[in-house]
């Protein structure tokens, strides 16, 4: 029976066998910033400003924008993050698919603001995949373990993390994960081409990427590397790796910013309104327990500004909300007819709504 090495309890030690690759003086030039960690395996830091200020604590209302943080039993705080990204050979999850960049990102105080501080790791050549591995499992290392957040992490990342660990015979770290994919399409689906991270960075949050290499060109830039050991775009790679940490520390700022203060932020982030509306109500409606009358309020609040921005769904449940908890059957046919009145609602819903109408009318007499 094949044994599994804990890769969270891992350290740095060597053997004949798989002893560090050495930077040679000709090539310090070439690789400024990175240091050896292990066999074939790199590592660098990289200290980073924001464009989004960090909070000193996040709010409780967090949750209803990334819904994954729900099961966490205490409330996110500074310390508690971690953003991780790889770059790997392809987009299959398959055991063909190898990770050669981790990067990972935590925010870290220095005097009275708060940065991004980024390690990465990367592998130069596939007999150092093991190295590479432990070291980037032992960024998990953490006791309670980190909240880990990604883009699409639960399909691809996590997932490629998981099959390396298990192929080179470790046990594979555990943490607690939010993805900001699905909280971002509920977002700004409706109003982008598509939310692909990059294209919230750009279009939301007003990021530059100009002259980046897109991550599609990372598979065959390391096969090149491998091939002739030019490090000029692998490392560009590396650079670009880097962006996307900052785009998703920044890209979680943001949706902490629309969950703390979701009228004020709006201007800022340029949010779907009746999207947040639903999912404020949706939130409320499953965890009653987690939120009080604050949150209600706002999530009341939510509701009306988007139906007076044209939103059939928001104004039947105020309809709904009127008839059933305040009794008062004359807002109702008013919010009833809004719904009505719009032109972008399905014929079920429109019988729904002429019935509710035909009631509301009989209860108006």
């Known amino acids: 029976m094949r044994r599994y090495r804990d890769a969270r309890n891992l350290t740095a030690s060597t053997t004949e066998?798989?002893?560090?690759h050495r930077i040679t003086e000709e090539e310090k030039g070439s690789w400024h910033g990175w240091i050896e960690a292990g066999f074939k395996t790199l590592k660098r830091e990289v200290s980073l400003e924001l464009n989004i200020p960090v909070p000193d604590s996040f709010s409780a209302t967090l949750p209803i924008i990334v819904p994954d943080l729900m099961r966490m039993e205490k409330k996110t705080s500074f310390g508690d993050l971690l953003f991780f990204d790889l770059e790997t050979t392809g987009l299959s999850g398959g055991a063909g698919t190898i990770a050669f960049l981790a990067a990972f990102g935590r925010f870290a105080k220095r005097g009275g603001n708060a940065g991004l501080v980024v390690t990465q790791y990367l592998l130069l050549d596939y007999p150092g995949e093991s190295d590479f591995i432990e070291r980037v499992a032992g960024e998990f290392a953490a006791s309670?373990?980190?909240l880990v957040v990604t883009y699409n992490g639960k399909s691809f990342d996590s997932q490629i993390l998981k099959n390396r660990c298990l192929m080179n015979g470790m046990t594979p770290p555990e943490y607690f994960h939010a993805d900001l994919l699905h909280p971002a399409r509920r977002l700004w689906k409706r109003m982008l081409?598509?939310?692909?991270?990059?294209?919230?960075e750009v279009s939301i949050l007003g990021l530059d990427r100009t002259g980046d290499v897109?991550?599609?060109?990372?598979?065959?830039?390391?096969?090149s590397f491998l091939r002739g050991g030019d490090n000029a775009e692998l490392l560009s790679i590396c650079d670009h790796n880097v962006k996307?940490?900052?785009?998703?520390?920044?890209?979680?700022l943001a949706m902490a910013r629309i969950a703390a203060d979701p009228f004020g932020s709006r201007e800022r982030f340029r949010f779907d309104g009746e999207a947040l509306a639903l999912l404020w109500r949706k939130a409320l409606k499953r965890n009653p327990l987690l939120f009080g009358n604050k949150e209600k309020k706002t999530g009341e609040a939510l509701l009306r500004n988007a139906q007076l921005h044209g939103s059939p769904l928001a104004a039947l449940i105020l309809a709904k909300d009127?008839?059933?908890r305040l009794k008062d059957y004359t807002l109702a046919l008013e919010y009833t007819d809004f719904a009505l009145a719009s032109q972008e609602i399905s014929e079920e819903l429109r019988e729904n709504l002429l019935r509710r109408r035909r009631r509301l009318k009989r209860k108006e007499e």
């Not at 897109?214 to 096969?223: D, K, M, N, R, V």
């Open 193 to 200: 081409p598509d939310c692909s991270q990059s294209t919230i």
């Open 17 to 20: 066998e798989t002893k560090p």
């Open 322 to 324: 009127a008839e059933w």
């Open 244 to 252: 996307d940490i900052i785009g998703l520390a920044s890209l979680f």
């Open 214 to 223: 897109p991550g599609a060109l990372a598979p065959e830039i390391w096969f």
């Open 144 to 146: 309670p373990p980190p």
